[in-house]
């Protein structure tokens, strides 16, 4: 069973910055895919970012140049780095880890940019 604690949200201003943190605990050995979804209201929950255990990365379009996605496996831990926030990036954001093919989901921590 892998635990999620996710920190780092909370209100900002248009351009400004905040970083996430996901802390996965339990019995693990090794996690494969780390990555951050969001949800907006009325929305679908959408992937922001996605990194593998090697490092690779991959982004939505929308958060390009902006957002970077990093994680310390000896930490067992994964980052976002959120950087000139838009109105249009407030949402519900969410870690999701994968391990031994198996989903796990953190909490969600709100991220809310007025402008």
């Known amino acids: 069973q892998v635990q999620l604690v996710e920190s780092g949200g909370g209100l900002v201003q248009a351009g400004g910055s905040l970083r996430l943190s996901c802390a996965a605990s339990?019995?693990?050995?090794?996690?494969?895919?780390m990555g951050w979804y969001r949800q907006a209201p009325g929305k679908q929950r959408e992937l922001v970012a996605g990194i593998s255990r090697g490092g690779s990365t991959n982004y939505a379009d929308s958060v390009k140049g902006r957002f970077t996605i990093s994680r310390d496996n000896a930490k067992n831990t994964v980052y976002l780095q959120m950087n000139s926030l838009k109105p249009e990036d407030t949402a519900v954001y969410y870690c999701k880890v994968v391990y031994r093919w198996i989903d796990y989901w953190g909490q969600g921590t709100q991220v809310t940019v007025s402008s």
């Open positions: 339990g019995s693990i050995f090794s996690i494969n895919a």
